[in-house]
């Protein structure tokens, strides 16, 4: 069993930036693709970003693209987003998600993974 626990979101302007953190409580960190996902109030959860062990091709949401930027520390057991270029519609709840296998390529779909966080809120004012 793996303990996500997400941080870093808050409140603001449009254009600004945040950078949320996702630590793992897995010793074995470097084996798991991780990805971060959002969900916007009466909305279903998206793909936002994913990354591999170690290595590899990151993977990202049109929607996010140049703006947002995965990344990650093994031995911190701990993942990262960061966030520029903020617009209101980026307003969501965002996850981080784990699953213990390597990908050719970090995939998109949530049911792909198989560890949530409990999420924390990102809210972008215009």
């Known amino acids: 069993q793996v303990r996500l626990v997400e941080s870093g979101g808050g409140l603001v302007q449009a254009g600004g930036s945040l950078r949320l953190s996702c630590a793992a409580s897995?010793?074995?960190?470097?084996?798991?693709?991780m990805g971060w996902f959002r969900q916007a109030p009466g909305k279903e959860r998206e793909f936002v970003a994913a990354?591999?062990?170690?290595?590899?091709?990151?993977n990202y949401a049109d929607s996010v693209k140049g703006r947002f930027t995965i990344s990650r520390d093994n031995a911190k057991s701990t993942l990262y987003l960061q966030m520029n270029g903020l617009k209101p519609e980026d307003t969501a709840v965002y996850y981080c998600?784990?699953?213990?296998?390597?990908?050719?390529?970090?995939?998109?779909?949530?049911?792909?993974?198989?560890?949530w966080g409990q999420g924390t809120q990102v809210t972008v004012s215009s």
């Open positions: 897995a010793p074995t960190f470097s084996t798991y693709t």
């Open positions: 998600a784990a699953r213990q296998l390597a990908f050719t390529y970090p995939p998109q779909r949530a049911a792909a993974y198989d560890y």
């Open positions: 990354i591999p062990g170690i290595g590899g091709i990151t």
